[in-house]
């Protein structure tokens, strides 16, 4: 007997939804720095979603007369610039709020592009196995073979300075752990009753990885992505801070970075205040990237 109603194959069925939402609040529950992680994460995301709106000032605006000036606790600080000035009088408040948009935009633009492109590979080569799996497979090992920030150093150097240049070379120089991941998976479940009965009712094989072995892997999918999201953001503001990321005339937290690096000890919160935010941003995304490993395993259902 195959596992069909109404001429159809069921998968194995997933968690309902109010299951779901008990596994989500149990996480939380055990995990209390998740659930200070969600608030910064929701904080980032007004920031950058509601940036000119925010910001006080013009990022790129300009006064000499006002550089270098200190936050607004210390002796000799400007009203209006509650972090202080860089060495161009510029608002280190505002250039920090415009980089988080920047930060987001790449963050999430790179990793679902190597999601998409690393899913495709990894159902392709653990579904059909033989000569494809091969050249895939080996084409990840000599991708890991070179550092990412290499190889995006590499490139970047060659095409130039540009934001979308920097979203592209890094969605896909990362698709290999997704790769990974989706080729064991599917590797696990092409045998499996579901996917025997699928055939046997004449789905063909396109039908068979969007239908039934796709939407059985969401869960490890989003785990990886939210956890490469930090990832992007890291070696997005590694490039900036190497000066090959995007134009200068974009404030990034990695440009603020390597701007205040000369100034550590007259003006240490041009790079301090940068750092902290590339920090609190990443460690909340990991954390949080954690609680929902937590809900995607299938025991925090049953516990």
């Known amino acids: ?105 790449v963050g999430v633009a790179a990793t679902l592009l190597s999601g998409v492109v690393g899913t495709a590979i990894g159902l392709i080569s653990g579904y059909y196995r033989g000569w494809r799996d091969q050249v895939f497979m080996r084409l990840a090992d000599i991708q890991l073979a070179f550092p990412t920030i290499l190889l995006a150093l590499a490139i970047i150097a060659v095409l130039g300075p540009s934001l979308w240049f920097v979203i592209l070379v890094l969605g896909l120089t990362g698709w290999v752990s997704y790769a990974r991941v989706v080729r064991a998976e599917v590797l696990s479940l092409r045998s499996r009753e579901f996917v025997v009965a699928a055939r046997a009712i004449g789905d063909n094989d396109r039908q068979i990885m969007t239908r039934h072995l796709l939407p059985n892997i969401v869960a490890p999918l989003v785990t990886i992505g939210t956890l490469q999201v930090a990832a992007m953001i890291i070696a997005e503001a590694s490039l900036g801070y190497l000066g090959l990321g995007v ?57």
């Open 1 to 105: 007997m195959t596992t069909a109603t109404a001429g159809r194959t069921t998968a194995p069925a997933r968690p309902a939804p109010n299951t779901m939402r008990h596994a989500v609040r149990r996480a939380l529950r055990r995990n209390h720095a998740a659930k200070v992680a969600i608030g910064v994460l929701m904080l980032v995301v007004v920031v950058g979603v509601f940036g000119p709106l925010i910001a006080p000032h013009d990022p790129n605006a300009q006064n000499l007369t006002l550089k270098l000036r200190p936050p607004f606790w210390s002796a000799g600080h400007q009203p209006g610039y509650p972090l202080g000035t860089d060495m161009l009088g510029r608002d280190v408040l505002s250039r920090i709020v415009y980089g988080t948009r920047i930060s987001l935009l």
């Open 247 to 303: 134009p200068p005339g974009i404030p990034t937290w990695g440009g603020m970075l390597a701007d205040g690096q000369l100034y550590l000890r007259s003006a240490w919160w041009i790079a301090v205040f940068s750092g902290a935010a590339i920090m609190l941003t990443t460690l909340s995304i990991n954390v949080t990237g954690d609680m929902l490993r937590d809900v995607a395993d299938p025991k925090a259902y049953t516990k």
